[in-house]
Each structure stands twice: as structure tokens, then as C-alpha cells.
């Protein structure tokens, strides 16, 4: 098992730019979910999903888009990028068993320019 | 809405001696709790989780946390610190339907001194 998986690993963009940075895990998980980490401002929830077609907001979700078409996979895009949302951004899942962990992928490091 | 509060941004501890990291949690509910910590440019571990039974609860590299409903925290501690214990920890709360996603508190940095 590849576990979460992550792409691109860094990433530079202009102001206005657009991209969708990847999320794939290969452990049949339910429940995916997004963070952006900030120095000084932990790990931030951005939405989250609960299955396949079905996804929520998270405390921080202005000027990030998401869907979830499969099991596996559950893309962020980003539709104009702003200097604000240069972070590092992770994206993890859990089975649905109560008290299951989170496994996390290993982050994008996002900059806006 | 769920939150965590961690109050101390920044400990440091003499190696050997005991540590106390402290959570407090906003939640209705029983919540699930986790305490995971993140070495510099790393990812982040588990290091321990509560979600219902006893209220000590045991985890990895020796640490331990009590959750205390009264007081609506779920301290981390450990009784020896080792130097390799020094890097950024975070409290947690599960969020959403059964706890699907999480909160996090903004942090607390171990420095160790020898």
C-alpha cells in the first residue's frame, strides 16, 4: 500500500493562477479531508468528505474548491491563487470505524507569488 | 463549533526532567481526541488518541495524556524528556459526522536542554 499520496511535492504560481493539487489514498477510506499549516496556525481544516459525492466545509474554505468522484481520489483546486494561500497544504484519511487514525500524506509546498 | 486551545506556544525543558503539554478542547459531545507531533519538515504522527474507556490513555515513545471532562482538557505528558523529543506537538479534536475530520490547536514547541 502506497498509503496517501500526494502531487506536486512543491509548487510555485502567480497571483491569479490556477491549479488542483492531488490526493490519492489506496486504503479504501471513507473519510478524506484537507489542511493547510501555517506557521503560528497549526493545521487548518479546509472540507472534508465522508464518501464518494458528498463533501463539507472545513474552518477555512474561501477560495478553494473540492470534489469527490471516487473513493480514492479527492483533489483540491485552488481557482485563482492568492499570496495568502501560500502553505503547505495535507490532505489524510481514515477508515469509518469509530476512533479510527488519520493517515496523513506527506504535504505540497505551495507559494503564490 | 469544535475548537482546541493550546496555551503554551513555547516550552522548554531540561532533559530528563517531566513535561506537561496542555490541551483544552471546546465540544459538546464526548469528543475524540488525538495528540499527534511533527518533527521539522516532516509529517505528522500520532502519537495517541482518546475516544471513549479509560481516561488515561497510553501512546507511543512513552507519553501519555488524561482526558478530564470536568475541565475540558486532555493534557500530554511524559515523566523523562529526551532530547529527541523536541519538535512541534498539536492537540487535536475529531470534527464533523464521527469525528470524519479534524481540529487543531495552533501548536506547542518542545525545546530540550542539556
Known amino acids: 500500500n502506497a498509503g496517501v499520496t500526494q502531487t506536486p511535492k512543491f509548487q510555485v504560481l502567480k497571483t491569479g493562477q490556477s491549479m488542483t493539487l492531488q490526493c490519492a489514498q489506496d486504503m479504501n477510506h471513507e473519510y478524506m479531508s484537507w489542511y493547510r499549516q501555517d506557521p503560528g496556525m497549526g493545521l487548518r481544516l479546509i472540507h472534508y468528505s465522508v464518501g464518494a459525492g458528498i463533501t463539507d466545509q472545513g474552518e477555512v474554505p474561501n477560495g478553494y474548491n473540492v470534489s469527490r468522484s471516487t473513493t480514492e481520489d479527492f483533489p483540491l483546486r485552488l481557482l485563482s491563487a492568492a499570496p495568502s494561500q501560500t502553505s503547505v497544504y495535507f490532505c489524510?484519511?481514515?477508515?469509518?470505524?469509530?476512533?479510527?487514525?488519520?493517515?496523513f500524506g506527506p504535504g505540497t509546498r505551495l507559494t503564490v507569488l | 463549533a469544535q475548537s482546541v486551545t493550546q496555551p503554551d506556544i513555547h516550552i522548554t525543558v531540561s532533559e530528563g526532567a517531566s513535561l506537561e503539554l496542555r490541551c483544552n478542547y471546546s465540544y459538546g459531545a464526548t469528543p475524540y481526541l488525538f495528540w499527534y507531533v511533527q518533527s521539522p519538515g516532516q509529517g505528522l504522527q500520532l502519537l495517541l488518541k482518546?475516544?471513549?474507556?479509560?481516561?488515561l490513555v497510553q501512546g507511543i515513545k512513552g507519553f501519555e495524556a488524561e482526558f478530564k471532562r470536568s475541565q475540558s482538557s486532555f493534557n500530554l505528558r511524559k515523566p523523562s524528556v529526551h532530547w529527541s523529543d523536541a519538535a512541534e506537538y498539536f492537540c487535536a479534536v475529531g470534527a464533523g459526522q464521527a469525528g470524519t475530520a479534524l481540529i487543531f490547536g495552533k501548536g506547542t514547541t518542545l525545546s530540550v536542554s542539556s
Open positions: 489524510a484519511s481514515r477508515g469509518l470505524a469509530t476512533g479510527e487514525e488519520q493517515f
Open positions: 482518546y475516544f471513549s474507556g479509560d481516561t
